[in-house]
């Protein structure tokens, strides 16, 4: 659609870029749930335009501090690596803001890209754990403390859990009574929060600067399936490595996602699994200190386990979090990730080996 099909708002963005052709063409993009993303086509080239939820992401400048430290960083100390970074306005702004619209920024559209929405190979899965890891890798040397927490208690997995028995608590009393099975199971699995706890408080754990939003759709590809960087900065904030290899885990392990309602759909892949471990401890073998290695495993289940908190918690809560599009969605997506933890926990001994291999000698 173009921008004279969509009243003036586009074009107001635009124009403090200098994107004032009257052939602008401005068309959804991608599949995020979050921020709402368009391409923009001009007849020079083409960009990626983005509205900030400002719901999700409070202060939507930090995000822009952030990238711009990590922009900073990486350009003085790795130049060659390919960084997608937003393009300031002729006024030098990141980020523009629209009275009653909220914050926009645009983003050069990185050409012969693309993106993925589900992993279909465990190449792709090496392929995106490597990136990821390259990314920490490379910014070892940056010390997280300067980075601003946009999402405060992201990935507090004990928050998580006492929010989960406030909302056994105060919830929706009828909700409860359906799901009182499920709210055992996860009632059962404490000993994955002591673990995290443990980890609050060893030394040995290294806060990094860490994406926090590890999915497949966060790695650009080239032609040749081969990832050339990863994208979407608004999550990077200090923590802890296992956020990174569990989400991977978490997405990429399964050949279903999270909103499969046919649970015997729901599978562990070894093979995704190896290629994980391959491409995130080729670039992070190095990295990673001894306690830390061997939480690789635990990774997934603190992921997935929070996951399934985190959707129960706002079943009994009435959805006001992630909102539902039928009757007990949140209830089928935890009850998902209630099945997955369990195909995981029941390949541990195997799954948990393979890290132990150099990373050559794994098989994709």
């Given at each position: 659609m173009t921008i004279q099909a969509c009243s003036n708002l586009y074009?107001?963005?635009?124009?403090?870029?200098?994107?004032?052709?009257?052939?602008?063409?401005?068309?959804?993009?991608?599949?995020?749930l979050i921020?709402?993303?368009?391409?923009?086509?001009?007849?020079?080239?083409e960009y990626i335009l983005q509205r900030i939820n400002d719901t999700v992401f409070n202060q939507p400048e930090d995000i822009a501090n952030n990238v711009s430290l990590i922009a900073c960083y990486l350009k003085e100390q790795h130049p060659d690596y390919t960084f997608v970074g937003?393009?300031?306005?002729?006024?030098?702004?990141?980020?523009i803001y629209e009275e009653g619209e909220g914050?926009?920024?645009?983003?050069?559209?990185?050409?012969?890209?693309?993106?993925?929405?589900?992993?279909?190979?465990?190449?792709?899965?090496?392929?995106?754990?490597?990136?990821?890891?390259?990314?920490?890798?490379?910014?070892a040397g940056m010390d997280s403390v300067n980075l601003t927490i946009t999402i405060p208690f992201f990935?507090?997995?004990?928050?998580?859990?006492?929010?989960?028995?406030?909302?056994?608590?105060?919830?929706?009393?009828?909700?409860?009574?359906?799901a009182r099975c499920l709210v055992?199971?996860?009632?059962?699995?404490?000993?994955?929060?002591?673990?995290?706890?443990?980890?609050?408080?060893?030394?040995e754990f290294k806060k990094r600067v860490t994406h926090h939003d590890t999915k497949i759709s966060n790695v650009l590809f080239n032609e040749n399936e081969k990832a050339i960087c990863v994208i979407d900065l608004d999550t990077v904030m200090p923590?802890?490595?296992?956020?990174?290899?569990?989400?991977?885990m978490r997405t990429y392990l399964s050949p279903t996602t999270e909103e499969e309602k046919d649970f015997s759909l729901i599978a562990i892949r070894d093979e995704f699994y190896k290629a994980i471990v391959k491409g995130y401890c080729q670039e992070m073998k190095n990295e990673l200190t001894p306690s830390e290695s061997k939480y690789f495993f635990?990774?997934?289940?603190?992921?997935?386990y929070m996951q399934a908190l985190r959707f129960l918690t706002d079943h009994l809560n009435n959805d006001i979090y992630y909102g539902a599009k039928y009757p007990g969605h949140n209830y089928v997506r935890a009850a998902n990730q209630a099945k997955l933890l369990e195909k995981l926990i029941e390949k541990e001994v195997l799954l948990a080996s393979y890290q132990g291999e150099e990373p050559d000698d794994l098989n994709q």
């Open positions: 074009q107001s963005i635009l124009n403090e870029y200098g994107l004032k052709e009257e052939s602008v063409e401005v068309q959804v993009f991608g599949s995020g921020n709402s993303t368009w391409k923009v086509t001009t007849p020079e080239r937003p393009i300031t306005s002729e006024n030098g702004k990141q980020m914050f926009f920024r645009i983003y050069p559209f990185v050409a012969g890209s693309h993106s993925k929405n589900a992993v279909e190979t465990p190449n792709q899965a090496y392929e995106a754990a490597r990136q990821f890891g390259k990314f920490t890798r490379l910014l990935h507090d997995i004990s928050l998580r859990y006492k929010q989960f028995l406030t909302s056994i608590d105060n919830g929706n009393k009828s909700r409860l009574r359906e055992q199971t996860l009632l059962s699995y404490t000993d994955i929060i002591s673990e995290y706890e443990r980890i609050t408080r060893d030394t923590g802890y490595f296992i956020s990174d290899v569990g989400d991977m635990y990774s997934g289940k603190f992921m997935i």
